[in-house]
């Protein structure tokens, strides 16, 4: 494991169609291979849209993003290979069965057969799904499903993990099960960009974050260097509130 | 084996939704069947023109036999005779088709035999004795034999056409007959065992045929006929409902994000639908000619004939099902909501029916439609089985329609990647 940059966020600009203001502004941060890096921000912070632009769903409007040291915008589908997305909404097959969703995706994410139930077994037995494999999707709990969720993200041993909101809308069991899988994972070796409202859960998480606030970087590093150069604070909550303001944001 | 993997996928999620088989393969059995037996008398009025006509026979002698002989030999006619159970009269004819009950009479007025005879042979008289074999005749003008035919005025021209031609036809043949008879009887055959019969009706054959490219079928289009392939392929292009339904669903699920995130699984996505869902069209096609051949005689419907070219219905179907699938993924990338994709696409199939000639046969249609028929994938396709049910056409005679769906197939697959790719990043 090095310290290179894994990801490479360089000025990047997003304006939408129809809309004047930015939705990301010259936005510029890094992460180091082998670490949990945090990005945060309030509602409409840009920090969705960082993370579709970095999975090359959404075209770069300005700057520029290198993962692994390729481009998005030109070998996007090279980096794709190398990476694992759980996105915010569950991106599961309702009326397939738990085991039928993840084979399937071991077989779009070009897994040898042989190697399927493997794999397959292992994460479902990781993450407490093992006796619920054949039940459908859409009679799993709100839990199961981010458990799910998650798992379709590791089947191929992504190098990167790009979680958004991972933990939304879970129970307890589940939340400390999923955040367990993660600091894992780090040992492992597997870089992770999480994105969260979850200040809390993010502080004893992350070694590193970004705060953006209407698309724009506002504070980088570790706890200890934001607090420092923000003047100083308790935790990552009140810094949050400090540099984002306490408006309702919608 | 990722194709492999979405067509098994598709599967799966097909077979766990009740409403989408039965939308795929009962409903459109059902379809099939209830337009066959409503629409069976309206193709057995286009191919028979049978019609009930009311006989007042006022002569009872040998004219009204013949034409009555004639008439009850038509395939066509239906003679009736009586009401009531007594024998019909002038008045009672006039009321009932006045009234609508029946849409023609013909009434045979009293001694017209021995007015035409007398007519035949005042005729032959006077040609005897312009050539000086027999005594100047004087003339007698006497009135023409009047036959009267009443017509409902709703009655159809064409039927109206045909009856009169048929009367007409047959007291010139009982005309032709007396007059042979009369020139005879002159040159002093007065007895029967002398006279020559001359037999009129075998001088010339009218032989009706049915142009196929092969005598083997020689077949009609009948409700059967029509309606089997015509609905099959409607029900094949509304493979559009579960296809843009499951991929609009999959889309707003979330499942569809989650393969445009791995990398490579474009292709295959959409190449197993495709694949998948041009199965589904085969077996709709498979099941609804089942359907033709096995049902409709059940229910007394004509049975479905095939033809002789089983490539030719094979290579058919095949296109078909690529045209359907190929326009319901269109249909599906394009649109963003189920609402609007099934609502485009439901509306434009049963335009592209109706004018492809699936409601109404296209020989039936006014002219304008007519000439725009032939721009509809459904028009190419039943025109293709209609050539190789009705009319045994060889596989190079179809090969124009089959082009046709081809290309449409191929152009409207090709869009369908251009547009998914386009909108994989925006």
Sequence with gaps: MSNAPIIRVSALTKVYQGSLKPAVDQLSFSVTEGEIFGLLGPNGAGKSTTLMMLCGLLKIGAGTIQVFGLDVDREGAEIRRQIGVAPQDIALFPNLTARENLVYFCRMYGLKSHAIHGVVHHYLEAFGLLDKANMRVSHFSGGMKRRLNLIAALLHHPRLLVLDEPTTGVDVQSRNMILDYMKKLRLEGVTILYSSHLLEEAEKLCSRFAIIDEGRLIAAGTLAEMLDANGGGENLEQLFLHLTGKGIRD | ?426
């Design chain 2, 1 to 426: 084996m990722k194709v492999l993997a979405t067509i098994w996928k598709e599967f799966l999620l097909l077979i766990r939704d009740p409403g989408g088989l039965a939308l795929i393969f009962i409903m459109p059995m059902a379809l099939v069947i209830v337009m066959a037996l409503i629409q069976n008398n309206t193709f057995r009025e286009f191919q028979e023109t049978r019609i009930d006509v009311l006989f007042v026979d006022e002569d009872r002698n040998t004219l009204s036999g013949n034409i009555e002989g004639s008439l009850q030999a038509s395939p066509n006619i239906h003679l009736i005779k009586t009401e009531s159970g007594k024998p019909l009269t002038r008045e009672a004819a006039r009321q009932l088709v006045q009234r609508g009950d029946y849409q023609a009479a013909i009434i045979i007025p009293p001694q017209a035999t021995v007015a035409l005879r007398g007519k035949t042979k005042q005729a032959v008289d006077e040609l005897f004795a312009y050539y000086g074999f027999g005594p100047a005749i004087l003339a007698n003008e006497s009135p023409a034999v009047e036959l009267q035919l009443l017509f409902d005025p709703a009655i159809k021209a064409n039927y109206k056409q045909a009856l009169t031609s048929a009367v007409e036809k047959m007291v010139t043949g009982v005309q032709a007959e007396w007059l042979t008879d009369t020139i005879q009887e002159q040159f002093g055959g007065t007895e029967p065992k002398k006279k020559i019969k001359i037999d009129f009706s075998g001088m010339i054959h009218v032989n009706q045929m049915i142009a196929a490219e092969n005598t083997l079928s020689g077949l009609a289009v009948n409700a059967v006929q029509h309606n089997v392939p015509a609905w099959s392929m409607f029900a094949m292009f509304f493979i559009l409902f579960p296809l843009a339904g499951n991929f609009i669903k999959e889309r707003e699920e979330g499942s569809m994000l989650r393969l445009r995130l791995i990398s490579g699984s474009q292709f295959p996505v959409i190449s197993g639908k495709f694949i998948f869902y041009l199965f589904v069209c085969l077996l709709q096609l498979v099941s609804m000619i089942g359907v033709g051949l096995y049902v409709m005689p059940i229910i007394g419907l004509n049975k479905l004939a095939l033809g002789t070219n089983g490539l030719g219905v094979v290579l058919t179907g095949l296109t078909v099902a690529m045209a359907a699938t190929g326009y319901g993924l269109l249909i599906a990338v394009y649109f963003r909501t189920p609402q609007q994709a099934l609502s485009f696409g439901s509306i434009s199939v049963v335009i592209l029916a109706a004018l492809g000639g699936v409601w109404v046969p296209t020989f039936a249609m006014p002219q304008i439609m007519q000439s725009i028929s032939p721009y509809s994938p459904l028009n190419w396709g039943l025109e293709a089985f209609n050539d190789l049910f009705l009319r045994n056409a060889s596989t190079s005679v179809i090969l124009p329609d089959l082009v046709k769906l081809l290309c449409f197939s191929l152009v409207t697959l090709a869009a369908s990647v251009l547009i998914y790719k386009s909108r994989t990043v925006s």
